[in-house]
């Protein structure tokens, strides 16, 4: 395959530390101690860890080379489905590391930091108007734990009323979390299965609506990459029988600046600051997950909560109604910075081109792909389209095997098999910070791979092969996996 990113190079191989280690070598030189030794009993401590010996250059040739096997959206374009895998602006991360910002601490008394409660009761404000709900919290720590505040304000909304209901209304183009999130909080999710145009048939959620169940749960647009264009007449209905409508908001970069999402009907909705507001995913580390809702609800968001009095901002503990603290002190503080930093740089013009530039890529490569792989619904998409290897399957090729092959040409693959609803599903989300020929490249790349599937299946079936680890059996590695190093 020509002019695939990816396809030359140095590729350095690279031991395990402990098969380079060699006795007597050291990385450092410690200082002598001037503090007398003191034994330990042996029971409290046990043997030390073997911790390999290497040199100063070794150590840092090992992870200088992990890097370069790292792959990143600061490598190449990185088309995660429901996930936004945007790019970064750095000056995010310039302005979050500013001393002023990270030596402050977080025990400080309110008159003390009003710099910090400042950018919080700022960030809350944008927030609310983006979305157009009318109070936040941004304790909650990730888009799950969003979530997690979201039901939790269910409950207390409904003990309010002296009601207690069991059931959550949940679609299957939700996000997976959303379940047990419900569940958590000791509803029964209720599935509902997406009706013949992708998207929710709203006789169906007249029919489940019922005097027992809390609300519904619904990812708008959804995990199908379609806007629930039925959103108002289903807040209607679950309105009627006293419910709440969650709105999940993790696919709000497609619909930012546009839809107000109060007039839509959603009581309550979190945002995914890493999807949306551009700061990093995380891998499993800070990330947060602000939660919105309508008036009526304010007064059960987390607390404290930060509010101005006129003269101070301040963190406000004494909220009686409130669901409790979701989080330590001000939440994820850093990452609050990158998005307030994000929204301040963009400007409502901005962030709703953003939007605009997200959804016209995700169709253009849409309208591109579709000879070439399945579309599971040909109707205009939102920010992301779902294909699927229906094509492919009479030469045996399935979209895992479209997946690993995409990794021997240099990028990251997209989501497979999500959603649930879609077999075969091949999840592409182009974000709005690729240009037009980094998509034309991809669109090219992807073409090619589906006429080798069928001029060449087995080449599919080996892929990846530019790797020291070759194609894995994922099946074993799940149920037996490695973990020794």
Same mark, same amino acid.
Request: charged share 25%; with cysteine; net charge negative.
């Given at each position: 395959?020509?002019?695939?990113?990816?396809?030359?190079?140095?590729?350095?191989?690279?031991? +395990?530390?402990?098969?380079?280690? &060699?006795?007597?070598?050291?990385?450092?030189?410690? *200082?002598?101690?001037?503090?007398?030794?003191?034994?330990?009993?042996?029971?409290?401590?046990?043997?030390? #860890?073997?911790?390999?010996?290497?040199?100063?250059? /070794?150590?840092?040739?090992?992870?200088?080379?992990?890097? !370069?096997?790292?792959?990143?959206?600061?490598?190449?374009?990185? #088309?995660?489905?429901?996930?936004?895998?945007?790019?970064?602006?750095?000056?995010?991360?310039?302005?979050?590391?500013?001393?002023?910002?990270?030596?402050?601490?977080?025990?400080?008394?309110?008159?003390?930091?009003?710099?910090?409660?400042?950018? %919080?009761?700022? +960030?809350?404000?944008?927030?609310?108007?983006?979305?157009?709900?009318?109070?936040?919290? $941004?304790?909650?720590?990730?888009?799950?734990?969003?979530?997690?505040?979201?039901?939790?304000?269910?409950?207390?909304?409904?003990?309010?009323?002296?009601?207690?209901?069991?059931?959550?209304?949940?679609?299957?183009?939700?996000?997976? @979390?959303? *379940?047990?999130?419900?569940?958590?909080?000791?509803?029964?999710?209720?599935?509902?299965?997406?009706?013949?145009?992708?998207?929710?048939?709203?006789?169906?959620?007249?029919?489940?609506?019922?005097?027992?169940?809390?609300?519904?749960?619904?990812?708008?647009?959804?995990?199908?990459?379609?806007?629930?264009?039925?959103? &108002?007449?289903?807040?209607?209905?679950?309105?009627?029988?006293?419910?709440?409508?969650?709105?999940?908001?993790?696919?709000?970069?497609? %619909?930012?600046?546009? =839809?107000?999402?109060?007039?839509?009907?959603?009581? =309550?909705?979190?945002?995914?600051?890493?999807?949306?507001?551009? @700061?990093?995913?995380?891998?499993?580390?800070?990330?947060?997950?602000?939660?919105?809702?309508?008036?009526?609800?304010?007064?059960?968001?987390?607390?404290?909560? $930060?509010?101005?009095?006129?003269?101070?901002?301040?963190?406000?503990?004494?909220?009686?109604?409130?669901?409790?603290?979701?989080?330590?002190?001000?939440?994820?503080?850093?990452?609050?910075?990158?998005?307030? =930093?994000?929204?301040?740089?963009?400007?409502?013009?901005?962030?709703?081109?953003?939007?605009?530039?997200?959804?016209?890529?995700?169709?253009?490569?849409?309208?591109?792909?579709?000879?070439?792989?399945?579309?599971?619904?040909?109707?205009?998409?939102?920010?992301?389209?779902?294909?699927?290897?229906?094509?492919?399957?009479?030469?045996?090729?399935?979209?895992?095997?479209?997946?690993?092959?995409?990794?021997?040409?240099?990028?990251? #693959?997209? @989501?497979?098999?999500?959603?649930?609803?879609?077999?075969?599903?091949?999840?592409?989300?182009?974000? /709005?910070?690729?240009?037009? /020929?980094?998509?034309?490249?991809?669109?090219? $790349?992807?073409? !090619?791979?589906?006429?080798?599937?069928?001029?060449? *299946?087995?080449?599919?079936?080996?892929?990846?092969?530019?790797?020291?680890?070759?194609?894995?059996?994922? @099946?074993?590695?799940?149920?037996?996996?490695?973990?020794?190093?």
């Amino acid at each position: 395959m020509k002019n695939a990113p990816g396809k030359s190079g140095l590729i350095m191989d690279e031991p +395990l530390l402990w098969e380079k280690g &060699r006795k007597g070598r050291h990385g450092m030189s410690i *200082p002598v101690s001037d503090v007398p030794e003191a034994s330990l009993a042996g029971d409290l401590c046990g043997d030390g #860890p073997d911790f390999p010996d290497l040199s100063e250059v /070794e150590v840092v040739r090992h992870y200088t080379r992990l890097s !370069q096997w790292n792959f990143g959206v600061d490598t190449g374009m990185y #088309p995660l489905g429901s996930c936004t895998m945007k790019y970064n602006p750095k000056i995010n991360e310039k302005h979050a590391a500013a001393e002023s910002f990270t030596s402050a601490h977080p025990m400080l008394e309110d008159e003390y930091c009003q710099g910090t409660l400042r950018i %919080i009761y700022e +960030l809350q404000n944008y927030l609310s108007q983006i979305t157009g709900l009318d109070a936040v919290s $941004v304790q909650p720590a990730a888009g799950a734990h969003g979530e997690l505040a979201g039901m939790l304000i269910f409950e207390a909304y409904h003990q309010s009323k002296g009601k207690k209901r069991t059931k959550i209304l949940m679609p299957d183009t939700a996000h997976g @979390t959303n *379940p047990a999130s419900a569940a958590l909080c000791g509803y029964k999710p209720v599935p509902i299965k997406t009706g013949e145009r992708g998207i929710l048939n709203v006789d169906e959620i007249r029919e489940l609506m019922d005097e027992e169940t809390a609300g519904i749960m619904i990812t708008n647009p959804n995990t199908l990459g379609l806007f629930e264009e039925n959103i &108002r007449e289903i807040a209607e209905i679950v309105h009627e029988k006293g419910g709440l409508v969650y709105g999940d908001g993790a696919n709000m970069n497609a %619909i930012m600046g546009i =839809v107000n999402l109060k007039k839509c009907g959603v009581d =309550v909705l979190h945002l995914n600051l890493h999807k949306t507001f551009s @700061t990093p995913h995380g891998g499993g580390g800070p990330g947060a997950g602000p939660v919105c809702v309508v008036e009526e609800l304010e007064k059960f968001l987390p607390s404290p909560r $930060v509010v101005f009095d006129g003269s101070m901002y301040l963190a406000e503990t004494d909220r009686p109604d409130s669901v409790g603290r979701m989080h330590c002190f001000h939440g994820n503080y850093g990452v609050l910075i990158k998005a307030f =930093v994000y929204i301040l740089s963009m400007g409502a013009e901005y962030l709703k081109k953003a939007s605009q530039y997200a959804v016209l890529n995700a169709a253009y490569v849409k309208v591109k792909m579709k000879d070439h792989l399945h579309l599971a619904f040909d109707r205009p998409c939102m920010h992301e389209a779902v294909f699927s290897d229906k094509k492919q399957q009479e030469f045996k090729v399935s979209t895992l095997d479209l997946a690993k092959r995409l990794m021997d040409c240099g990028y990251h #693959p997209p @989501t497979i098999y999500f959603p649930l609803n879609v077999s075969g599903a091949i999840m592409i989300e182009p974000t /709005e910070t690729e240009s037009l /020929e980094e998509l034309d490249t991809f669109i090219d $790349v992807l073409r !090619q791979i589906t006429a080798e599937a069928e001029s060449d *299946p087995e080449l599919l079936h080996s892929s990846p092969n530019r790797f020291r680890v070759k194609r894995l059996d994922e @099946t074993q590695a799940a149920r037996n996996p490695c973990l020794c190093g």
